[in-house]
């Protein structure tokens, strides 16, 4: 499964792993990566000696490509941009924030810079900024999302050519999904959830367990009044989040009330307080496996979706 995405990284399938806050670490990275794909190193609330240490440890234990999110907002961003320059990581992707600053720092390092885009407007500014790729992400994914579906964002920004690849995220779970992204005319994926249940993956056993028991509603979005949507699982956290949102608290609540609780739910295992990050494909996310095995499983599907595709008569 070539095309210019995978000739553009050296990797051997267009499936880019996500860059997970409390979830993506040099062991996952280097694991998707060597499984074929591009693994990601997440570095959202982590400090900037973590991040180093990472790349460090992803690079004694592959010699594949594999890259780092960088979460512009992040008051440390400057210093892990720094590291990743220094340490000539093949590719960065973004969020929370404008990617177009950041470009040609990157490329004067000679690493790759892949946004992540939530529309239309900010696709075409990307590209025509020379990005290497980009990523249009729907409301569908876990963590920080946008406002509109994946499927949406694929209809609107695939409407004209790109000059550099398009990948699709939010919801893309396995091989089928994928397979409709490519049908679509995208270049490849990205995905958070399914590599959440990896044996590679850091996060508490108890989280994997939550994730793999959940079905379809029990996914919620807290912050979407307030322009900070943010896609979990239900619990205890997300009903007291919920309650007092739409009792009108201010910003300042929320924000000390979400604070803290993405490492509890994902890092220390609390299912109840903590805020459990996944999307809401839910039903296909129910076995924990090696990242090789779930990359086999994912292409191997994604073909015969597209054959079967291929064999329909209109």
């Known amino acids: ?5 995978c000739e553009m990284l050296g990797i051997k399938y267009p499936i880019v792993q996500g860059g997970m806050a409390w979830s993506s670490d040099g062991t996952l990275a280097a694991a998707v990566s060597n499984a074929g794909g591009a ?14 240490d990472e790349i460090k440890k992803a690079k004694s234990l592959t010699d594949k490509p594999f890259g780092v999110n ?39 390092a000679g690493v790759k810079i892949i946004p992540v885009v939530p529309n239309v407007k900010l696709a075409k500014r990307v590209a025509a900024s020379g990005a290497d ?23 609107n920004v695939l409407k004209d050519k790109f000059p550099i690849p398009v990948l699709a995220a939010g919801g ?62 239900k619990n205890a956290f997300t009903q007291k989040y919920l309650a007092a949102e739409i009792s009108g608290a201010p910003n300042e609540k929320l924000m000390e009330l979400g604070t803290g609780t993405s490492r509890m ?18 039903n296909v996310l129910n076995e924990v496996l090696p990242c090789k095995d779930v990359i086999e499983k994912i292409i191997a599907d994604a073909k015969d979706t597209l054959a079967k595709a291929a064999c329909i008569e209109l």
Do not use: Y
Request: glycine fraction near 14%; charge should be negative; hydrophobic fraction near 40%.
């Open 1 to 5: 499964m070539k095309n210019r995405f």
């Open 39 to 52: 693994g990601i190193i997440g570095t959202g609330g982590r400090t900037t000696e973590w991040v180093e």
């Open 70 to 108: 960088l979460m512009l907002m992040a008051p440390n961003v400057n210093d892990i941009a720094e590291i990743v320059c220094k340490e000539k990581v093949a590719f960065v992707t973004t969020g929370a924030g404008s990617p177009l600053p950041w470009i040609e720092r990157m490329h004067k």
């Open 133 to 155: 790729a980009m990523v249009i992400e729907g409301m569908e994914g876990g963590g920080h999302i946008g406002s509109m579906t994946c499927m949406a964002l694929l209809s």
């Open 172 to 233: 893309i779970s396995d091989g089928r999904a994928m397979a409709a992204a490519l049908l679509m005319g995208a270049d490849g994926v990205q995905m958070g959830s399914r590599f959440l249940l990896t044996t590679e993956c850091p996060i508490h056993a108890k989280t994997k367990e939550m994730i793999v028991n959940a079905t379809d509603t029990d996914c919620v979005v807290t912050g979407q009044s307030r322009n900070m949507g943010v896609r979990c699982l």
């Open 265 to 282: 739910g994902m890092k220390e295992g609390d299912t109840e307080n903590g805020s459990i990050m996944v999307g809401q494909s839910l």
